[in-house]
């Protein structure tokens, strides 16, 4: 599957650029591409300069709103990051619709965090644009949500993210959900290294946009997960998983190979790879509460068999037994086996749920802070009125 890929803001752009790096690899190791272009969109330019991988000409680093934001975003104001987005709109889709292989798109994939003003308030308003330009393909939000901290420190951070979650939703096909703190619990060296888990939050996507790329027959699996399995599958809120299980080593003196010892192992460590898929989520959410969901088994051919696809098949219908599930094989990796689960269509989602209701409080709050100043402001005007203006 071949993606359009669009970064907003720092975020968005910086996770944008680890997906031009997934691409290079791709094409390096596997020798097939697995996007059509990648894009950068931020109201900073100095955030367009630091980006590595994403080609550096202003086709591809689009600077907005230059006369409002003179190249410094828009400190964290989303409604004028959606402004600003929608008035420089024409740059945007005018450099992604002549993109040398835009022809080969299959969706497009926008991203942005959601606490911050550029990326929160533009990516609503570019998926909109481009589901009306481009009726005939999907457009996929991946949404960044912020770390525990900002939420306590900075309310906008939570108004931010309920009206970036609810204006995607109503105009994207879906939207990935990856929620920052996440990463930072799994390893707390981490907390400073952006670009680490920014690599973590690309990575589940390597495999299952190479899988149906791939062009040699070793690495066409007994059922290939295409492009038309990712469509059908994401729908709605999702979030996506990915596991791995190192494959044991027997190396015999005259035989240097790697294999199961036993066909229990091999489902077992099988079994342990989508565990960890699960229990690794980009989100925390119920898989019961899904409605659509697809795996994909990436393992050495040779240690590969349509019984394991089965049993993983078995075992995540236990867990989500309201989704349709897909799934594929994709014989590759040596060394390791590994899996990558999409649960989509969530009828439920706490933390979306959660940020709704807390940033009704906000609004409130914003609310009477605004009219409190306007009224200090005015007490102070009235004592002033008698003295002469020089204006
Ligand atoms: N995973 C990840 N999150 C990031 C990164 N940079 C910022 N964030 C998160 O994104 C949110 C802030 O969004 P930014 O992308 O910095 O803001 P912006 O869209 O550039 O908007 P302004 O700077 O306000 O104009 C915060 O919740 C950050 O924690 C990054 O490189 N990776
Ligand atoms: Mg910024």
Redesign the pocket.
Known sequence: MKLTVIG?????G??ADEFARLNGRARFHRGIEIVTGVFAV???AA?LTGLATIKSDYKHRILIGGRKTSGH?????NEL?AEIAREDSDKIIDAIRTARRFFETDAFLLI?????????GALPIITQLIKERHADKPVYDVI????EH?EETEER?VYNSATCLKSASAVADAIIL?D?QR?IRKDASLRSN??K??AL?AEPFYNLLCAGEEKKRKHIGARTLDAGDILQTLVGWTVIGYGKSPLPLITLPFERKRHFRNKSTETSLGIQAMDEALSELSLTCNPQDANRALYLLAAPAKEMNMELVKELGDYLRDIAPKAIIRDGDYPRERGVLDVTVVLSELDKVQRVTNYYTESIGVIEEMRRKQEDLVSKLRDMEDTGKDIPSLL
């Open positions: 907003f803001g720092q975020c968005g910086r996770i931020n109201t900073d955030d975003g828009v400190g964290k104001i990051g942005a965090g959601a606490a911050g003003g550029t990326g929160s960044v949500l912020p770390f900002e951070t990856i920052n990463y952006m670009a888990i920014n939050i």
